[in-house]
């Protein structure tokens, strides 16, 4: 059976966090329980819950705080046009599309809760 992956993200606000992955990431909202939601675009699934923030957390210790040091990489057939949504959507870039010294184009993005996000061609396996 091949492999396939879902991540976890924790953002501060699930009606953000859902704003930016629906309307200018493009997933679909597969499923919405409380403070969880599923989301699908293609073969990438991302499970989101609700995390207090630090500032508004009163037992840090107790409750589960993942390190965000991570860039998150979405492999699209289409960069141009992936670009061209985002910024039509009002998104500004971290990073304009440019050809990375590995051979791939890709443009860069940080969505509501600072997880990094790279869009980039496909590149070889």
Do not use: C, H
């Amino acid at each position: 059976m091949p492999a396939s992956m879902r991540i976890e993200l924790f953002p501060a606000s699930l009606d953000v966090f859902l704003d930016f992955y629906t309307r200018i990431l493009n997933f679909a909202l597969l499923q919405r329980k409380g403070k969880y939601a599923y989301l699908r675009r293609d073969a990438i699934y991302i499970g989101a819950i609700e995390s207090p923030t630090p500032d508004t957390l009163a037992d840090r210790a107790s409750y589960r705080q993942p390190n965000r040091g991570v860039e998150i990489v979405l492999e699209v057939d289409d960069v141009m046009a992936e670009r061209d949504r985002v910024v039509a959507a009002g998104y500004k870039l971290d990073a304009d599309i440019a050809k990375q010294e590995w051979g791939l184009m890709d443009f860069r993005v940080t969505d509501p809760d600072g997880y990094y996000i790279r869009i980039t061609s496909r590149g070889g396996n």
